[in-house]
T-cell receptor, first 114, second 113 residues
Framework: AQSVTQLGSHVSVSEGALVLLRCNYS??????LFWYVQYPNQGLQLLLK??????LVKGINGFEAEFKKSETSFHLTKPSAHMSDAAEYFC????????????FGKGTKLTVNP | DARVTQTPRDKVTEMGQEVTMRCQPI?????VFWYRQTMMQGLELLAY????????DSGMPKDRFSAEMPDATLATLKIQPSEPRDSAVYFC???????????FGQGTRLTVV
């Protein structure tokens, strides 16, 4: 069964600093991987996805993530944080061709300080 | 602007009452997910459907929860009887399988007192 571990339930950065949110996955087959963002009192919105094409994936709002099979990681980065990036971020995994469940990590709450 | 619609947005009910949450998936999507979000457990998958057929509901307490898709435009999640521990935000999401993204509704915030 696939699973996701997000290291750090809270991350705090200064405006303009690098954002790095960590995600490690466990899957018995090559996975599909996703990052979602949730703003307060809202549903989840897709930031980006990896579906076995390019290992470096670019998403919306300047975010990107790199799939590293050897490290079973899919960390999310953004070079320069904006105040509007403050939200909760979720990494998710599915196993195409298998159960195809979409399983989420516990989430990382990002705070951006002025 | 296609979106997943969930009703009601907020529900307060007394313990023991029946609760029904509804979801209208995006037209043409063939996969529907129900998730529950709490502070302690995060996002838990309760059930999901493909082409209206339930594929997995192992995350759902069977004695009190039930999920159905009466037709392609409506998914329902029912709790009977409700308990205070069911208080959470319930999200519905739809998509074309899981190779593409799941689109989430705004959620139903359930409070059982």
């Amino acid at each position: 069964a696939q699973s996701v571990t997000q290291l750090g339930s809270h991350v705090s950065v200064s405006e303009g600093a690098l954002v790095l949110l960590r995600c490690n996955y466990s899957s018995s087959v090559p996975p599909y991987l996703f990052w979602y963002v949730q703003y307060p009192n809202q549903g989840l919105q897709l930031l980006l996805k990896y579906t076995s094409a390019a290992t470096l994936v670019k998403g919306i709002n300047g975010f990107e993530a790199e799939f590293k099979k050897s490290e079973t990681s899919f960390h999310l980065t953004k070079p320069s944080a904006h105040m509007s990036d403050a939200a909760e971020y979720f990494c998710a995994v599915s196993d195409p061709g298998g159960s195809e469940k979409l399983v989420f990590g516990k989430g990382t709450k990002l705070t951006v300080n002025p | 602007d296609a979106r997943v619609t969930q009703t009601p947005r907020d529900k307060v009910t007394e313990m023991g009452q029946e609760v029904t949450m509804r979801c209208q998936p995006i037209l043409g999507h063939n996969t529907v997910f129900w998730y529950r979000q709490t502070m302690m457990q995060g996002l838990e998958l309760l059930a999901y459907f493909r082409n209206r057929a339930p594929l997995d509901d192992s995350g759902m307490p069977k004695d009190r929860f039930s999920a159905e898709m009466p037709d392609a435009t409506l998914a329902t999640l029912k709790i009977q009887p409700s308990e205070p521990r069911d208080s959470a935000v319930y999200f519905c999401a739809s998509g074309h399988g899981t190779s593409t993204e799941a689109f989430f509704g705004q959620g139903t915030r359930l409070t059982v007192v």
